[in-house]
C-alpha cells in the first residue's frame, strides 16, 4: 500500500513539474473557492474570531508548510491553495462588513426627503400602461416622530412616482414626497435568487412608490417645522393611504408641480457634485441621442454610448435574450474592448503617419496607454457600472502587458486581473457578468492556443482553391465561429444557472452581431460622441443607427425561430461549480489530464437534471401555493408579490405558472389535486408517492361559527401528511405531522416540500441560508432607526 501511495505521489510531482509555468493560474481559482464558501457554505456568520483571526492563522501555516516541504512540489501547490481559499474567506467576510447595515423601513406611509443620484424613465411594459418612472435617494431622512433626527441613510432607496408626475427631476435635486417604503424581497423559494444579498452590496436599502406630492421646503424651514415633533407633513404623512396606491384617489386635488424640489445641501461632497454633473451630463446626451434616433434604435444607440437602457422596449430585450445578443446591452468587457481598439487603431495610424513619432517613439505602447484612458472616460460615461470597472481593471492588464513588451492576452494576466478583482469586490464571485468574462476569455485563450493552428492549417489549404481574397474572408470567418462557439460553449452553465434558459442559435447571431458592432456600429458611436459638443452629432448616430437596425431585425428573427430558448430546471450549487472547476481544468493545464475537465464540466450541465425538484412550493409571505405537475405548476392563493414569485417558481420548475381554480368540485385530469370535496369549498387534497396533503388557498367560510370551524377542520385534517395554509393554523389540525401556514413562512421564509423519497421533507428558505449579514429578521426587518444620544452625536457638553 506504502509503495502505491508513493508511486502515485511520484507520479502527481512529475505531471506538476509539467505543468510548473501553470500552476500560478490556479490562485484566483482558490480566492474564489474560498470566497464563495464563506458566501453559501455557512448558515451562520462567523465572529471576528473564526472570520478574521483562522483564516490569516491557516494562511500562516499554509505558507510555513510549503516552505518547510518545499522540495515536495505537491505539498507546496496543495499548500498554495489552502493559503489562497483562505485569503478568498478572509476578503469575503471584511467585505460583507465593511457595507453599511440595512435600516429599519417605515411599514406605513412615510413622508421622506433625499438627494436624487439618478432618474430612470422606463417605457410601458404593455399597451394601455403607464411610463414608470423611479429615482434613487440618498441622504433620505423620514420626517416622522422619534427617528426625524436620526442620521440620514447611508444606502438608497429607489422611488417610482406616480404616474401623473410628470415635472421634470434632476440629479443633485433634493425632493421630498410621501411614500410607502418595502425593503429587499426574500427569496421566492430556498436556493432562489437573493435580492437581500444583492441590495446588501450595491448599496440599497430597499424599493418605494410615491403616495402624493405637498410643498418643497428649504432646509431651515424643515428643521424649524420638525424641531417641535408636530407639523403639516407629519399631519399628511398620517392621513395617507397605507397602500401602494400610485394614482390620485377620489376628488384629491392635486398640486400642480409634481414635486416638491428643494436644493441639495452645501455640505455635499466634491464626489457627489460630480457624480450628480456626470449624471446630469448622461441624462442630456441620452435626450439627444433619442431625439435624433426615435425609438428602439435610438435606446439601443443610447445604451451603447452613456449607458441609459431604461426606454428599451420589453419586447426588444425578450429579443435580445432569446437570440443569445442580451450581452450587447449591457455594457461590459466587450463594448469596452471595441471602444480601446478603435482609439488604439486611430491613434497608431496617427503616429505612423507622422515620421518623427514613427521613428523615435514607442507607438504601440502610447496607442495602447490613450486606448486605456479613453475606456476609463467611456465607463464614466456610462455609468461606471461595477461590470465596467472590473473590464476596465482587466484591460489595464492587458496594456501592461503590451508597454512591457507582452502577448496582450494571455492566461497570466487573466489570472492576474482575476486576482485583483476578487481581493478588491469578493461579491463578484457571485455576478453573472464576472463568470462569464472570465469563462469566455479562459476558454478563447485556451482554445486558441489548441484548435486555431488546426483552423489555420484548414483555412491555408482553402486558399488555394478560393483564391487570396476568398481564403482571407475563410479566415476571418472560421475565427469569428471558433470565437462564438468557444464563448458560447463556456458561458453556457453561467447561463443556465442564473437564467434558466439554453439558446442554442447564439453561434448564428452572434455570427452577424458581433463583427457589426466592431466595424460600424461603435466607431460611428464614438464619431457621434466626440461631435456631440460641437453640434455634429446628427451625421455619426445616423449612420450609427443603420448599423444598429439590422441588429434589431437579427434579434427578432433569430427570437421568432423555433426552439429559440429552451428552459431548464434550476441548477444546483454544485452544479455551477463543477462546471466552472472542469472548465479552468480543461483550459488551465496544457497536458493531456486537462479531458478529465471535460467530465466534470459535463456534470455541471446535467446537474438541473441529477436534483430531486419540489412537489410544493409555498411562497415568503404566505400567499402562495404552488404545485408541480407534469406540464405547469398550479398556483393557488393570492399574494402581493404574486407575479414575481410565480416568475421565480416558473423558471425554477422550468414550467410555466397557471392559476388554478379551487372552486367546488376543481380537479386535475390525474386526479391528484381535488378541490371542494366534502363540501368545503376552498380547501384542496393533493395526492402524490404515497402521502395525501391537505392544501388550503383560501380562508374558511365566515358563516361558521368557531366551534364548527375547528370541527370542519378536524373532519378534513384527519388522515392527512401534511396541511398547507395560507392563513393562520393556530391550535388546528395539530395531529397533522407538517404544518405549514402564513405565520411560519413569515417566520422561516419561503417553504419547498419534497415528496419523492416516500415522505414529507420540508425546506426552508431561513433554514437554507441560515443568519448572514445581508439576510433580514423575520418580517422584513433591519436595524432600528434610532437617534444617537447626546453623549454618542458629539463631546459633551461642558
Known amino acids: 500500500m506504502l509503495r502505491v501511495l508513493l508511486s502515485g505521489f511520484e507520479g502527481l510531482t512529475a505531471l506538476l513539474v509539467a505543468e510548473q509555468r501553470r500552476l500560478i493560474l490556479w490562485v484566483p481559482v482558490g480566492l474564489a473557492l474560498g470566497t464563495a464558501f464563506y458566501f453559501y457554505g455557512l448558515t451562520v456568520e462567523p465572529a471576528a474570531l473564526w472570520g478574521v483571526v483562522m483564516p490569516l492563522l491557516l494562511t500562516g501555516v499554509s505558507v510555513a508548510a510549503g516552505v518547510i516541504w518545499r522540495q515536495h512540489l505537491p505539498v507546496r501547490c496543495g499548500a498554495g491553495l489552502c493559503a489562497a481559499m483562505a485569503l478568498g474567506c478572509l476578503m469575503g467576510w471584511v467585505a460583507t462588513h465593511r457595507q453599511p447595515p440595512m435600516p429599519e423601513l417605515p411599514r406605513r406611509g412615510v413622508v421622506l426627503s433625499g438627494i436624487v443620484r439618478a432618474v430612470q424613465d422606463f417605457p410601458p411594459r404593455a399597451a394601455g400602461q403607464s411610463p414608470i418612472r423611479r429615482v434613487d435617494l440618498a441622504a433620505v431622512r423620514f420626517h416622522m416622530p422619534l427617528i426625524e433626527d436620526a442620521p440620514p441613510l447611508a444606502r438608497l432607496l429607489t422611488v417610482r412616482l406616480r404616474a401623473d ?43 418605494g412608490v410615491a403616495l402624493s406630492v405637498h410643498d418643497g421646503l428649504s432646509s431651515g424651514e424643515e428643521r424649524a417645522r420638525f424641531a417641535g415633533g408636530v407639523s403639516r407633513l407629519d399631519d399628511l404623512a398620517e392621513s395617507g393611504p397605507e397602500r401602494a396606491d400610485p394614482e390620485p384617489r377620489g376628488n384629491e386635488q392635486r398640486d400642480p408641480e409634481a414635486f416638491a424640489v428643494e436644493p441639495a445641501d452645501a455640505q455635499e461632497s466634491y464626489g457627489a457634485l460630480w457624480r450628480q454633473k456626470l449624471e446630469a451630463l448622461r441624462t442630456a446626451m441620452d435626450v439627444r441621442i433619442r431625439t435624433i434616433l426615435p425609438g428602439a434604435v435610438g435606446a439601443v444607440a443610447s445604451v451603447l454610448l452613456v449607458g441609459r437602457g431604461e426606454a428599451i422596449p420589453f419586447s426588444v430585450r425578450e429579443d435580445f435574450a432569446a437570440s443569445g445578443l442580451a450581452h450587447l446591452l449591457a455594457v461590459a468587457g466587450l463594448h469596452l474592448g471595441l471602444v480601446m481598439a478603435v482609439v488604439m487603431a486611430v491613434c497608431r495610424l496617427g503616429l505612423a503617419g507622422w515620421e518623427y513619432a514613427a521613428l523615435r517613439w514607442p507607438c504601440k505602447a502610447l496607442s495602447a496607454l490613450v486606448a486605456w484612458g479613453a475606456g476609463a472616460a467611456y465607463v464614466l460615461l456610462t455609468g461606471a457600472h461595477l461590470p465596467a470597472l472590473r473590464g476596465w481593471l482587466m484591460a489595464g492588464v492587458v496594456v501592461l502587458g503590451l508597454v512591457a513588451g507582452r502577448r496582450a492576452v494571455s492566461m497570466r494576466g487573466l489570472a492576474l486581473a482575476a486576482t485583483l478583482l476578487l481581493l478588491l469586490w469578493p461579491q463578484v464571485v457571485a455576478d453573472m457578468a464576472f463568470q462569464m468574462s472570465m469563462a469566455a476569455v479562459m476558454a478563447l485563450v485556451a482554445g486558441y492556443e489548441s484548435v486555431r493552428p488546426v483552423v489555420q492549417g484548414w483555412c491555408t489549404r482553402q486558399e488555394s482553391r478560393t483564391g487570396r481574397a476568398g481564403g482571407f474572408m475563410l479566415r476571418h470567418l472560421a475565427e469569428l465561429a471558433l470565437a462564438s462557439l468557444l464563448a458560447g460553449v463556456a458561458t453556457l452553465p453561467v447561463i443556465m444557472a442564473h437564467l434558466g434558459v439554453i439558446e442554442p442559435y447564439f453561434v448564428l447571431a452572434n455570427l452577424v452581431a458581433v463583427p457589426l458592432m466592431a466595424v460600424w456600429i461603435m466607431p460611428l458611436g464614438l464619431l457621434a460622441l466626440l461631435g456631440m459638443p460641437f453640434g455634429l452629432a446628427a451625421p455619426g448616430l445616423w449612420l450609427m443607427g443603420l448599423g444598429l437596425q439590422p441588429v434589431l431585425w437579427l ?45 466534470l464540466f459535463a456534470l455541471g450541465l446535467l446537474s438541473p437534471w441529477l436534483v430531486t425538484r419540489p412537489d410544493i412550493l409555498f411562497s415568503p409571505d404566505g400567499g402562495l401555493i404552488g404545485v408541480r405537475m407534469r406540464e405547469s405548476v398550479l398556483i393557488m392563493g393570492h399574494s402581493a408579490e404574486q407575479a414575481a414569485v410565480e416568475r421565480e417558481w416558473a423558471r425554477a420548475l422550468a414550467l410555466p405558472a397557471r392559476p388554478f381554480n379551487v372552486e367546488r368540485n376543481a380537479e386535475t385530469p390525474d386526479g391528484s389535486l381535488v378541490c371542494g370535496q366534502d363540501s368545503v369549498a376552498g380547501a384542496c387534497v393533493f395526492q402524490r408517492a404515497g402521502r395525501t396533503m391537505l392544501l388550503i388557498p383560501e380562508p374558511p367560510p365566515t358563516n361558521l361559527s368557531r366551534a364548527e370551524g375547528q370541527a370542519r377542520m378536524g373532519e378534513l385534517c384527519a388522515g392527512m401528511d401534511m396541511v398547507v395554509s395560507t392563513g393562520g393554523l393556530g391550535v388546528l389540525c395539530a395531529q397533522v405531522p407538517v404544518r405549514l401556514d402564513r405565520a411560519l413562512a413569515r417566520q422561516e421564509g419561503a417553504q419547498a416540500v419534497f415528496l419523492a423519497s416516500g415522505r414529507v421533507r420540508v425546506l426552508s428558505d431561513r433554514r437554507w441560508s441560515g443568519a448572514r449579514p445581508w439576510r433580514l429578521n423575520p418580517g422584513g426587518h433591519g436595524r432600528p432607526l434610532l437617534p444617537l444620544a447626546r453623549s454618542e452625536d458629539g463631546p459633551p457638553e461642558e
Do not use: I, Y
Open 165 to 207: 408626475d410628470t415635472a421634470p427631476v434632476r440629479a443633485g435635486e433634493r425632493v421630498t414626497l410621501r411614500a410607502v417604503l418595502r425593503p429587499p424581497d426574500f427569496p421566492a423559494l430556498p436556493g432562489g435568487r437573493d435580492w437581500q444579498f444583492e441590495a446588501w452590496f450595491s448599496g440599497r436599502a430597499g424599493s
Open 555 to 599: 434579434a427578432h428573427g433569430v427570437a421568432s425561430l423555433p426552439g429559440a430558448r429552451f428552459a431548464v430546471p434550476a441548477m444546483p450549487g454544485w452544479g455551477l461549480c463543477a462546471a466552472m472547476l472542469g472548465l479552468a481544468w480543461l483550459c488551465l493545464w496544457r497536458r493531456p489530464w486537462r479531458l478529465a475537465g471535460l467530465m
